[in-house]
């Protein structure tokens, strides 16, 4: 490569590696930074988070989620490679072998820089008939775009959702409102395994509430198909389940086995190890973003997948921001989702009680409840509060809460606590907004503040 220009490649169009791209051409023009990127898909820098309210019917086009086309990413002076997939990287070479998906010609790339941001895969479990017409997975628009094609041309109204994380919750929603009667097969003991169970009981009985049949405990086996070979139904061990239609929603893992092959270093999770500065560990001239990596948990210690499109999007910046010559980083993360399901809110940040077991924390755990407004103001609506603080210390550790509207987003409230390692003492003088329209005289969050404080003095006394 010339010495007065270099060549970054970078592995994946989406958010990270979009982001990373449009920072560093913010930094450096044409003519000292030439930016290629590989994307294999049909579509560049969407919300994958959008898709169950396009599916649903609350986003109304498929390019509503787009923020930024292919063309758009040109006009900016990055070469942009769609339905181009990356085949390897040879990291002592400094090359990317790439196939064009339409004309199958395959060439290598050399680089001077390189960013992986190769994303996610949905998990698909080996069941049989998991590959049947009517079974799909929903990770990218063209997902998306499959799922309503068969939404569409489908007779029934039965739905069956296989899992009951964010997708699965998510996915349960947009099929209500299309009119479907859903069931939702779920391994745990309660829907939203990133909440405790206690948590997670009030979601599984809003859920039944809204017309949700769902089957707790329950392993699929296998998935059904008629005579036709499409679905026809979902099979556990104790019961089957018709469906026209199947979603999977059992999660994702980091899609590395480009970097495994490569030699780049994972986690325990199978994620991409970097430094606070988004660099692969042990390369000085690669980095990764995205939901291909392993970030560090502040409240832990440890390193954790959490595939969202916050992470990926600040990950992009700090990257974009370190190839073009400037410096930044990304500290880790607090554990904060928020989701809902219909008019229920499901919101969390820090740590359950089984990851405060799982880090020798000793703690104290407290629930309250409340109302999104003043009791007396039209629309109040209940919220349930669940909040975590070590003991002795009163530090605040994590915060679950589930409630109508006007409960998720009070999580902000403590994820910045818990960044700043605030005590649940200290929250109780938090200066939060009030008025009857938007709180309580004591917002629901400084309620539970106020409930651990006297639980931290009860422990110790």
Not at 151 to 169: P, S
Request: glycine share 12%; with cysteine; charged share 25%.
């Amino acid at each position: 490569m010339s010495s007065t220009r270099e060549r970054l490649v970078i592995i994946g169009g989406d958010a990270a590696g979009m982001s990373a791209a449009s920072q560093a051409r913010r930094l450096k023009g044409p003519d000292e930074l030439e930016i290629v990127a590989f994307e294999r898909g049909g579509f560049t820098s969407y919300s994958a988070c959008g898709i169950p309210y396009w599916v649903g019917g609350s986003v109304g086009d498929r390019d509503d989620l787009v923020a930024r086309t292919p063309e758009e990413h040109r006009e900016r002076a990055i070469d942009l490679r769609m339905r181009t997939e990356a085949r390897r990287i040879d990291v002592e070479g400094r090359r990317v072998l790439a196939r064009d998906l339409e004309s199958g010609e395959e060439y290598w790339t050399a680089y001077d820089k390189l960013v992986v941001a190769t994303g996610a895969r949905p998990l698909r479990p080996p069941l049989p008939g998991v590959d049947a017409p009517g079974v799909h997975g929903v990770q990218t628009l063209g997902d998306g775009q499959a799922l309503i094609d068969t939404l569409t041309r489908t007779e029934g109204r039965r739905a069956v959702v296989i899992g009951a994380g964010y997708i699965g919750v998510e996915m349960a929603e947009a099929l209500i409102q299309r009119g479907y009667d859903v069931t939702v097969v779920n391994r745990g003991k309660e829907p939203m395994s990133t909440l405790d169970p206690d948590m997670g009981r009030l979601v599984h009985a809003a859920m039944t509430g809204m017309g949700i049949e769902m089957v707790n405990d329950a392993e699929v086996t296998k998935i059904l198909t008629g005579e036709d070979g499409r679905v026809a139904a979902v099979a556990t061990a104790d019961a089957e389940y018709p469906a026209d239609v199947v979603i999977l929603g059992v999660g994702v893992r980091p899609e590395t086995e480009l970097a495994r092959a490569a030699g780049l270093p994972l986690g325990e999770h199978g994620g991409l190890l970097t430094d606070l500065a988004m660099r692969v560990r042990g390369h000085e001239d690669i980095w990764a973003g995205g939901d291909c990596v392993e970030v560090l948990d502040l409240m832990s210690g440890r390193e954790r997948h959490i595939a969202l499109g916050t992470h990926a999007n600040k990950h992009g910046q700090v990257i974009g921001s370190n190839v073009g010559g400037g410096y930044a980083t990304f500290p880790g993360v607090v554990g904060t989702a928020v989701s809902k399901v219909c008019d229920l809110e499901i919101a969390r940040t820090g740590l359950r009680e089984k990851d405060a077991l799982a880090a020798g924390l000793r703690f104290v755990a407290v629930t309250i409840e409340s109302t999104s407004r003043a009791g007396y103001y039209p629309g109040a609506a209940l919220m349930t509060v669940k909040m975590l603080a070590e003991r002795r210390t009163g530090r605040l550790l994590g915060v679950q809460i589930v409630g109508r509207e006007g409960a998720g987003k009070r999580v902000d409230v403590a994820a910045v606590a818990l960044t700043a390692g605030m005590t649940v003492e200290q929250m109780t003088a938090l200066d939060l907004g009030y008025a009857p329209p938007f709180s309580p005289v004591w917002d629901p969050i400084l309620v539970a503040a106020r409930k651990a404080v006297a639980a931290v003095r009860a422990d110790t006394a």
